[in-house]
């Protein structure tokens, strides 16, 4: 059950661990190092909207990254079984997380939230968007009649969303935020001051050089290499789709209160 009110650190790491947003989480080992290789290996579908070049074409060396960036294990033998995202540095991703909404609160920033995962995350960054506006930021209204191959952009609950067959569609790919900054350019409107997203649509952004931050799993390493490189600013590690999206609200409930925005 959901902690009521707001977690301490300590119960948050808690909560996280029991709940399987961390710890020893239900993405398998060898889910996490085939994406790792196709990533290697220049498949666009796993580089979430970036540009990745040829800077992280050794395995060995996304392993690393995810190792001190998620908590992954770090051994390249351990191939099958249990894998880890080490609930730790999800806080302290919240806590750096935390610091970007602040300041997009305290400059009354415009602020543009996207999902990939809206399964899991939808109501998150609702949340988070419910909070910022409360705070005096502007939140994106994005342009309407947007598509992409994969279906229609939309916007439900503040959260932009990719829309296909009448449901919420989960994507890795960065078109539909292409599609959002592309539209708002034409119109001659201002790009967002602030991103908050996942997936593609965090990836792309920061690319577009938008200030981005995100979520992203142990089996989705582009935004991780991203904020190693400076292109995505933050990069919080969980599981990004546990059996129940209420299992998320004390992790909102700790990151707003460490905003000042609860």
Not at 17 to 35: C, F, K, M, Q, W
Not at 129 to 149: H, K, M, N, Q, S
Request: charged share 25%; proline share 6%.
């Amino acid at each position: 059950m959901p902690i009521p009110g707001t977690p301490s650190r300590a119960e948050l790491v808690d909560h996280l661990v029991r709940t399987r947003i961390a710890g020893d989480v239900a993405t398998p080992r060898e889910n996490n190092l085939s994406h790792y290789r196709k990533l290697a290996n220049a498949d666009r579908h796993y580089w979430l909207g970036l540009e990745l070049g040829d800077r992280w074409s050794d395995e060995q060396d996304v392993l690393a990254v995810m190792a001190e960036r998620v908590g992954v294990n770090d051994d390249p033998e351990h191939r099958y079984g249990q894998d880890t995202i080490d609930p730790e540095l999800t806080v302290a991703a919240l806590d750096r997380l935390a610091g970007r909404l602040r300041k997009a609160a305290d400059g009354q920033q415009r602020v543009l939230f996207a999902t990939g995962h809206p399964g899991g995350l939808l109501d998150v960054h609702r949340a988070t968007a419910a909070a910022l506006r409360a705070a005096g930021c502007e939140i994106v209204v994005i342009p309407d009649g947007l598509t992409t191959e994969e279906g229609y952009v939309m916007q439900f609950a503040d959260v932009a969303v990719l829309e296909h067959g009448a449901t919420l569609w989960h994507t890795h790919s960065g078109e539909p935020m292409k599609a959002i900054l592309t539209a708002m350019e034409r119109e001659g409107r201002p790009l967002p001051d602030l991103v908050v997203a996942d997936h593609g649509w965090a990836g792309y952004a920061g690319q577009h050089g938008v200030d981005s931050v995100g979520y992203a799993d142990s089996n989705d390493p582009a935004l991780f290499l991203a904020e190693a490189e400076g292109t995505v600013q933050v990069t919080v590690p969980l599981d990004d789709h546990v059996v129940s999206p209420r299992h998320y609200d004390p992790m909102t409930a700790y990151l707003l209160a460490e905003a000042g925005l609860s």
